[in-house]
């Protein structure tokens, strides 16, 4: 409580003090998922950290991808309003160990759950039957005459 003089008249103020703990998330993102949208590419999605455990605003989430067998890995930052990002310019038919950090302005929080998710596979198929089919038109060409 707070008297204050205002106009020869005394004024009554109360004051609030409030205090805010702000630190990294306590609490990873949840329900990662993948799917493979190409043989070069993976469609990560999350749900946002638990309320309870985000010990502030979240600023932005890391998407972190290993392969298992090849050497290739790295991390994508997104906005913090943003619950799925496309991994691109990965390698064919490969498993990636892929994980989800969240960041307040003060750090990162746990990874999420590791997943696996496997690049597609191009079809040979389709490049065999073009060839086989550019050679059937051309053996036709060669008896029509």
Not at 2 to 19: F, T
Not at 97 to 125: E, H, M
Request: glycine residues 6%; aromatic residues 8%; negative net charge.
């Amino acid at each position: 409580m707070h008297n204050k003089v205002l106009n020869n008249h005394y004024v009554r103020c109360n004051i609030i003090l409030l205090s805010i703990s702000i630190s990294e998330p306590d609490g990873a993102p949840q329900n990662v998922k993948g799917q493979n949208t190409s043989s070069t590419s993976i469609l990560v999605t999350w749900d946002e950290v638990p309320a309870d455990q985000q010990n502030g605003i979240i600023t932005g989430y890391a998407i972190t991808y290993k392969s298992q067998t090849e050497n290739d890995d790295g991390n994508v930052q997104v906005n913090g309003s943003v619950r799925q990002t496309e991994l691109t310019s990965l390698k064919e038919y490969v498993n990636y160990n892929i994980t989800v950090f969240a960041s307040t302005v003060k750090g990162d929080g746990p990874a999420s759950d590791l997943i696996v998710v496997r690049t597609d596979q191009d079809s040979k198929y389709t490049f065999v039957s073009s060839f086989l089919f550019g050679c059937y038109g051309s053996l036709l060409q060669m008896y029509s005459i």
